[in-house]
């Protein structure tokens, strides 16, 4: 009984994973047809969400898997080859710009855990905010060296490129972060997403 039990679980996780890493890519392509002023890659999105929110749910492990699957449409939506246009060069684009990038947002449950202990609602939801945060950042880190190491031609003349990375990755994922947050929170004290019932109800 008990293997037939843990058998389903892992079908419904997996379902579930193809459901939001799906959802995540449908949500990509509807925001690409807002404005966008970065020129050179990057935008306003609400892909994260569905990503981050299955972390919640079942675990980093998971998590990851959506995030992975997530990078890989990605990809195969739009790869921007870097300037140098070198073997090395594209491997680190397509770890950092893609593969690291969006999967690391599986990681969001590892930064809520500790909120989670405490089983009170206010707490958890302030877990869930840092753990969108948190995962949104590991994003940034990727986004970041990349504009650093792979990018670094496309700084306006005189910039340092430290700070063109910062300034051009930052302006985009400060607002991605940012929303996912605010989304994730009222999601989360609507749906919890380890009961699928309003947070505090058993």
């Known amino acids: 009984m008990k293997t037939n039990n843990n058998r389903r679980t892992s079908i419904l996780a997996l379902v579930e994973t193809a459901m939001m890493a799906a ?8 925001c ?3 404005p966008s002023p970065w020129a050179y890659g990057g935008s306003i999105s609400l892909g994260a969400i569905p990503i981050i ?6 675990g980093w ?3 990851l898997s959506a995030g992975f699957v997530y990078s890989c449409v990605q990809m195969l939506l739009g790869f921007y080859v870097p300037p140098a246009n070198t ?6 684009c397509v770890l950092l710009d893609y593969v690291l990038a969006f999967t690391a947002l599986g990681l969001a449950s590892v930064f809520a855990a500790p909120f989670e202990k405490s089983g009170k609602a206010p707490v958890r939801i302030a877990g869930y905010i ?3 945060v948190g995962a949104s950042f590991l994003r940034f880190i990727c986004s970041f060296l990349s504009g650093v190491i792979l990018w670094d031609s496309y700084a306006p003349e005189g910039m340092n490129v430290w700070v063109y990375s910062l300034v051009y990755n930052g302006s985009y994922m400060l607002g991605n972060a940012a929303i996912a947050a605010v ?3 009222l999601l989360c004290a609507a749906v919890d997403p380890k009961t699928l019932k309003p947070m505090g109800r058993k």
């Not at 959802?23 to 509807?30: I, P, S, Y």
């Not at 929110?53 to 079942?58: F, G, K, V």
């Not at 073997?87 to 680190?92: A, G, N, P, R, T």
């Open 130 to 132: 840092v753990g969108a």
């Open 32 to 34: 690409e047809f807002l």
């Open 87 to 92: 073997f090395v060069s594209i491997v680190l």
């Open 53 to 58: 929110y299955l972390s919640y749910r079942r």
């Open 61 to 63: 492990k998971w998590g």
């Open 23 to 30: 959802l995540a890519v449908g949500l990509e392509l509807l």
């Open 183 to 185: 989304v994730l929170c």
